[in-house]
């Protein structure tokens, strides 16, 4: 059976949410992480930050999306970080067969304790959780092999039309938000 492809960003709480709700109900996922739009996405992308209004809305609906998944957010979040490194670090857990073990703890690291993924220390702690040996993530940060991987994925978010996370995608059929779970798995069981 085709797997369910599942574009995600650890930046995002809705992306953490749609992963989340996507495991918990067994789906097995493709990650394919964004953190480099191409470029007729980005200029029409607008950053949720530069407007008081809507990241105080953002915050505000994730707050209330992570209890009903019974997920305690953090009340402070780390500010934005160099999502490349942090995506290259994950890049390097899956090449060694655990991206979606760091994956969840990177998650949970940001959102609810509301620490900043780009700090080594961080990164070190999801690795000794995992039982990886912290410098395969740490030194993937700065190796410019996982840099040069993260950007290939433009293409591949072109293809399909990716514009934002979590994008899942399955036959070429997009979900585009951590709302649309139910969906894809109707899709998913009559194919």
Known sequence: MEKIKCFFNFRSPYSYLGVKKALDKGLDLEFIPLC???REVLESFSDPAASPFKRSYLFEDCNRLFKEEGVQMAEKIAGDCNWPRVHAAWLAASDEGLGKEFMLHAYNFRWQSGLNLEEEAVIQDICEIIELNPDVC???MNDERFDKRLKSYTKVMREYEVFGVPTFLYKRERFWGQ?????????????
Do not use: H, Q
């Not at 709302?179 to 194919?191: A, Y």
């Open 36 to 38: 480099y739009l191409p």
């Open 138 to 140: 740490i030194s993937a």
């Open 179 to 191: 709302d649309r779970i139910d969906s894809l798995m109707n899709v998913f069981k009559n194919t």
